[in-house]
């Protein structure tokens, strides 16, 4: 794999560049309620020498009723600044399941401006299994300044992709497994119909990772997103549960060299509770 500061790097290159001045490294691990992990506890417990903790629950619109909605921009560099990511930084964010959580923070930089940001492919499992170090005292960061410009084409609403479900362009692409796409698995969380958005095409995020959770090559993770039935000639909307493995998609698309995507913030957490906007069940 090519390592790319800009979209992901390997354990490899992180342990090359570990004790750059200029990096920031962010521990962004999250997991579903039924899963029975504490993301907080494992990161005080183990984590990459100088990670920072990055809270997907706390760092989120506290206005909104839906679940780590996109925080307000000044929300957003006040924890960075806190946290002492700023201007000039190279950011790397890892989770503990491998790939998955980080990408959601990956997308927040983005969405902020912020360029100079990658997911560690494989994360803390692949980090830990190759012998590489981890510590238990949190980093003592010093405050700098971050300058954000938020990029709106990044990100859409329930109301502009009720508009892409009627006309299929952009494409809608679903990250959720098979099974809730279809209509065939309670979703997690309650009160939410089954089923997916009306158009939508399924590529489960697990399909563009390999075994032990690196991602896929550029041309094997465009292959499965073809043989998905997705249009890369067209500008890609993706969705999921709640936004987090939508920006798995998000990444692989960019990394893959299609820019023009944009992520459903609301996901299906907004769209299945929504009584107004129609659901489909069974295949794409």
């Given amino acids: 794999m090519a390592d790319d500061p800009k979209t992901l790097v390997s354990t490899a ?4 560049h570990l004790k750059d001045p200029d990096l920031r490294l962010l521990d962004a691990s999250w997991y579903l309620p039924d899963e029975g992990r504490d993301a907080k506890a ?3 417990a183990a984590h990459i020498p100088g990670a920072r903790f990055f809270d997907i629950d706390e760092i989120s619109d506290a206005r909104s009723d839906l679940p780590h909605m996109a925080p307000p921009v000044e929300k957003f560099m006040s ?9 000039g930084h190279q950011v790397v964010v890892y989770d503990g399941a491998g790939l998955f959580s980080a990408a959601r923070v990956w997308w927040l930089f983005r969405l902020m401006g912020q360029e100079n940001v990658a997911v560690l ?20 960061p010093r405050d700098r300044h971050m300058t954000v410009r938020f990029q709106n084409q990044l990100v859409r609403d329930v109301t502009q992709v009720a508009h ?5 362009d952009p494409q809608i692409v679903d990250a959720r ?7 065939d698995a309670p979703e997690p969380r309650e009160g939410l119909r089954a089923g997916h958005i009306p158009g939508s095409r399924n590529v489960p995020f697990g399909t563009l990772l390999n075994d032990d959770k690196t991602m896929k090559t550029p ?9 998905a039935g997705v249009d890369l000639e067209k500008p890609v909307i993706t969705s999921c549960g709640s936004g987090v493995t939508a920006s798995v998609l998000a990444l692989a698309l960019e990394r893959m060299g299609h820019h023009s995507w944009s992520l459903y913030d609301g996901s299906w957490s907004e769209w ?12 794409a």
């Fill in 42 to 44: 494992e990161y005080d």
């Fill in 272 to 283: 299945g509770m929504f009584p107004t906007v129609p659901v489909a069940t069974g295949e």
């Fill in 219 to 227: 041309d094997e993770t465009r292959a499965v997103f073809e043989a």
């Fill in 79 to 87: 924890r960075m600044r806190a946290m002492g990511v700023g201007d």
């Fill in 13 to 16: 290159w992180l342990a090359k």
């Fill in 177 to 183: 497994a098979a099974a809730r796409f279809r209509g």
């Fill in 121 to 140: 492919d494989g994360g803390l499992p692949k980090w830990v299994a190759e012998g590489h170090p981890t510590e238990d005292m949190p980093p003592i």
């Fill in 164 to 168: 892409a479900s009627k006309l299929g």
